[in-house]
């Protein structure tokens, strides 16, 4: 599969759903949590606040956001793939029960404009068919001086010592692994997305392009995560 098709990215998902939080730790040895608590220390969302985690697959960031705040009354999670927010119900109905979980496309939301105290999205902007128009759209749902972080992977262009140990790292241990569970095609699919997202300053450029008022990034986990924080 090639990055950029919509329908076969949300089938992918659908398919991967049930597996999705089992690998995904087994694939980060359960670091992303820490990533992710990282991103959300840095954004500091408040008790009160409006927020919404785009790309929320089996909902990670939304219950973490929920548990930072201690409330769960004023966050949504949105993802196109309806399986995965099955899961993300699931998981939070017992403690998070008032997150508003909608399925939707990160490129066009249908949610109302200047609305949301901030935004976060993990491991989503990599899959959008377009970069660009999912900055905007986030833009778009945020309010003046709203807040936003994104966390991916880094891609490296050219030859660098973490560009190989990414390639090493992605295809002697991710893609072998996933073969054990019949997933080999799935995330085959992360090297091919990385191909074209870009990272650092040009992901600084593309969010100031696309509006935002102040983009920072920063990178994790010895280069090979990023985030983007932005103000908008
Ligand atoms: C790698 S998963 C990340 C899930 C979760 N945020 C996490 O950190 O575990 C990427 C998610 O992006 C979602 N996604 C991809 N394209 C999307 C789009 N256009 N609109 C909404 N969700 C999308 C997928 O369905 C998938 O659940």
Request: glycine share 8%; net charge positive.
């Amino acid at each position: 599969m090639r990055p950029g098709n919509k329908k076969a990215i949300e089938e992918m998902f659908n398919s991967i759903s049930s597996k999705y939080d089992f690998l995904n730790d087994m694939f980060s040895f359960g670091l992303h949590r820490l990533w992710k608590r990282k991103l959300l220390d840095i954004l500091n969302p408040t008790y009160g606040e409006k927020w919404i985690d785009i790309c929320c697959g089996t909902g990670d960031m939304a219950i973490l956001l929920a548990k930072y705040m201690s409330n769960s009354e004023n966050i949504t999670g949105m993802d196109s793939a309806s399986k995965a927010l099955l899961v993300a119900r699931e998981r939070s109905k017992k403690n998070y029960s008032s997150i508003d979980w909608l399925k939707g496309d990160a490129l066009e939301t249908n949610l109302k404009s200047n609305q949301f105290d901030g935004l976060v999205m993990a491991y989503g902007l990599r899959n959008l068919s377009n970069s660009y128009v999912g900055l905007k759209e986030a833009l778009r749902i945020l309010k003046p001086g709203a807040r936003a972080g994104i966390l991916d992977f880094r891609s490296f262009g050219g030859c660098s010592i973490q560009g190989f140990f990414q390639k090493i790292y992605l295809s002697l241990y991710v893609v072998p692994v996933a073969s054990l569970f019949g997933l080999r095609k799935e995330y085959l699919y992360i090297q091919k997305s990385l191909i074209d997202f870009p990272s650092g300053e040009k992901q600084i450029d593309l969010a100031l392009s696309a509006g935002f008022k102040k983009a920072n990034y920063q990178t994790l986990a010895r280069g090979q995560m990023g985030i983007l924080l932005l103000e908008a």
